[in-house]
């Protein structure tokens, strides 16, 4: 991270000094299941998985608002909606997803709970805007 606290990725030098070569691990046993894995990265990641997951709670939201659809029917195309990009998040980190994050439990359902609020705000918001206006 620098100063500003937003991440940034080391340059192609730092890395060689470090003795990367073209993006492999430095040690024999780096990158392995089991080995310890990079702080910043993992944060970064994480970071990233709940941009992801946020975006999808605010386009779902406002996708099930414009659909009318209400009680469980909602809440069901949430759960929907955040298994297939678990799914696709599971798919696209592939067999070595343990490099990216610690479990493939910590990938398929990490912040699912927590953007619920975000869905329910745009689900509630878009459904007055069109069906009760």
Same mark, same amino acid.
């Given at each position: 991270?620098?100063?500003?606290?937003?991440?940034?990725?080391? &340059?192609?030098?730092?890395?060689?000094?470090?003795?990367?070569?073209?993006?492999? %691990?430095?040690?024999?046993?780096?990158?392995? %299941?089991?080995?310890?894995?990079?702080?910043?990265?993992?944060?970064?990641?994480?970071?990233?998985?709940?941009?992801?997951?946020?975006?999808?709670?605010?386009?779902?939201?406002?996708?099930?608002?414009?659909?009318?659809?209400?009680?469980?029917?909602?809440?069901?195309?949430?759960?929907?909606?955040?298994?297939?990009? &678990?799914?696709?998040?599971?798919?696209?980190?592939?067999?070595?997803?343990?490099?990216?994050?610690?479990?493939?439990?910590?990938?398929?359902? &990490?912040?699912?709970?927590?953007?619920?609020?975000?869905?329910?705000?745009?689900?509630?918001?878009?459904?007055?805007?069109?069906?009760?206006?």
């Amino acid at each position: 991270m620098d100063p500003s606290g937003t991440y940034s990725p080391p &340059s192609a030098e730092a890395a060689k000094r470090a003795g990367h070569q073209g993006g492999t %691990p430095a040690g024999p046993h780096q990158g392995s %299941p089991g080995s310890a894995l990079n702080g910043a990265a993992l944060q970064h990641n994480a970071f990233l998985l709940t941009y992801c997951r946020t975006a999808l709670a605010a386009v779902s939201g406002c996708t099930a608002g414009i659909l009318g659809l209400t009680g469980l029917l909602g809440f069901a195309f949430y759960m929907l909606a955040s298994g297939y990009l &678990s799914c696709l998040l599971l798919a696209k980190a592939g067999r070595a997803r343990w490099r990216y994050f610690p479990s493939a439990w910590a990938l398929a359902s &990490s912040g699912v709970m927590g953007e619920l609020i975000t869905y329910i705000t745009f689900w509630t918001f878009l459904y007055g805007m069109v069906h009760v206006y």
